[in-house]
């Protein structure tokens, strides 16, 4: 009997231990935990500097932050390979599709960032401008004279949507990496590099300003008028390769992700994505005047 009293005491205690340490591994919170975020490269500068400033301020807490192309990334979301991604394209059809039958939820994107697709040439270059026409011809051209920094990549995707074409029917060249592309462009002054500004948009830091200095960023004919990748033209979108960067994730719950995500969104995030040298989403300049 006491044997029996004894297993019986054994197996309760091994149950519970069991609850508490699966509940230990899989729960986690807005302020402890451990998720994967995925990132185009191209964002990768903003990206960081918002899961290291969270974890800073959440010090229980792990974000481990992958670089991958944009469209890999969405597959991963998909597989639940990582619980949140960056984006800047708007997802096709059948992609809305894939989400909501793998993950069961509304696509609802969280907007935290302005960036643009950016157009550089050598210093030595004679091209000052490049038009949107232009760029639709040199894309079904041979001689493919614009560097895109690979297939699946989010300067691709979001210049082919741009244009209304598929990436398939575009004709380019690649060099993987955006800083591996301005190294190229410079040996070869008749390239066009595509770059993020997020790229080169880093007002504090050495080498984004050294990458921006070493080459000559095109402005954009539209509409008969040349407009610059900046702050300005990308808070109105006059700049027509302006992109809204998002967040989607694939968790249901208010957990880590969620909480990085409403943090980047909010005043603090924000902030960080301002000194990234972009534009923020959700929080605007404002002037006031005394009289």
Sequence with gaps: MKNRLLALLVCIFTFFLSCKKTEKVLVDDPQQGEITVAADESFQSVTEALTQRYMALNPKTKINLVIKKEDLAFLDLLENKVRV????????????????????????????????????????????????????DLLVSDNKNIIFDGTNSSNLNFVAQKLDKKPSELKFSIINGNKNIVDEINKHPEKIGVISLNTISRPYDTESQELRNSVKILPVISNKKAVMPEIATIRDMSYPFSRTLYFL????????????????????????????????????RREVQMR
Excluded: H
């Excluded at 950016?118 to 004679?126: D, G, I, P, R, T």
């Excluded at 000194?275 to 989403?281: A, T, V």
């Design 85 to 136: 991604i960056v984006m800047s394209r708007d997802l096709s059809e059948e992609e809305k599709k894939a989400y909501k039958d793998k993950i069961d939820m509304d696509i609802v994107p969280a907007k935290f960032a302005v960036d643009a697709v950016v157009f550089v040439v050598s210093k030595s270059a004679a091209r000052e401008s490049v038009s949107i026409e232009e760029i639709s």
């Design 249 to 284: 994730t694939n968790e249901a719950y208010y957990g880590l992700g969620n909480g990085m995500i409403r943090f980047s969104c909010q005043q603090l995030g924000q902030i960080v994505v301002q000194k990234e040298g972009l534009q923020p989403y959700n929080i605007f």
